[in-house]
């Protein structure tokens, strides 16, 4: 299914604490992508990075935090000030910028 | 800011039949146009992709057609089998992929 393994499957966040989420590939794409899902809503692009130590916004970047120091490695905070983090989260990865996007198997979040 | 439309949410065919799903969207800038089916609990997977040069693709029972100039894709899936039914997306974009909000498919027998 692709070499992007993103752990844990499932996270329980509890008031006001972050929490990061891992997303490793080894595929040696040059770009990844963070995605969340939530019902109905499909996926929703939160931050991506087209190159190493590099990264933009995406659509709902508010509450989320990341980093880009090594090629296969593209993490993902969820910082206390994200309100509502309960949802599917997606990691992707691509041999570049416009190459076809490959999947992780996600991450379920939830708040205790 | 960028918007893809995807119709209809929920869609029901018989075993057999053909199914269309019908994707609108904002950017003309986009020149990429993917699709993805999910099952249940699984990753989205890529089944097809087509790029603003070509106006159709196809492989053995899915196709895609892209109407640049009315900016709008569809998803054909003839001779419907039961291990089509899933949650399909469309996307549109260029160096960025905006996702529809998908449509769950259920191939009745």
């Known amino acids: 299914d692709g070499g992007i393994t993103q752990s844990p499957k499932y996270l329980f966040r509890k008031e006001g604490q972050n929490v990061t989420l891992s997303c490793e590939q080894n595929?040696?794409?040059?770009?990844m992508y963070w995605y969340r899902q939530d019902p109905g809503q499909g996926l929703r692009l939160i931050y991506y990075s087209q190159i190493v130590n590099d990264f933009q916004k995406g659509d709902i970047a508010e509450g989320y935090s990341v980093s880009r120091e090594k090629k296969e490695s593209f993490p993902l905070t969820v910082t206390s000030a994200q309100k509502n983090p309960t949802a599917f989260y997606l990691c992707?990865?691509?041999?570049?910028?416009?190459?076809?996007?490959?999947f992780g198997a996600g991450t379920r979040l939830s708040v205790l | 800011g960028e918007n893809v439309e995807q119709h209809p949410s929920t869609l029901s065919v018989q075993e057999g039949d053909s199914a269309v799903i019908k994707c609108t969207y904002s950017?003309?800038?986009?020149?990429?146009f993917p699709w993805y089916k999910q099952e249940l609990g699984k990753r989205p997977q890529l089944i097809i992709d087509i790029r603003s040069n070509v106006g159709e693709k196809k492989d053995q029972r899915i196709a895609v057609t892209l109407n640049k100039t009315a900016k709008h894709f569809s998803l054909h899936i003839t001779e419907t089998q039961p291990e089509d039914s899933a949650v399909y997306f469309c996307a549109a974009g260029d160096d960025k992929i905006i996702f529809g909000k998908g449509t769950r498919l259920h191939i009745l027998p």
């Open positions: 595929l040696n794409h040059d770009a």
């Open positions: 992707a990865s691509s041999i570049n910028d416009r190459g076809i996007q490959y």
């Open positions: 950017d003309s800038a986009s020149n990429y």
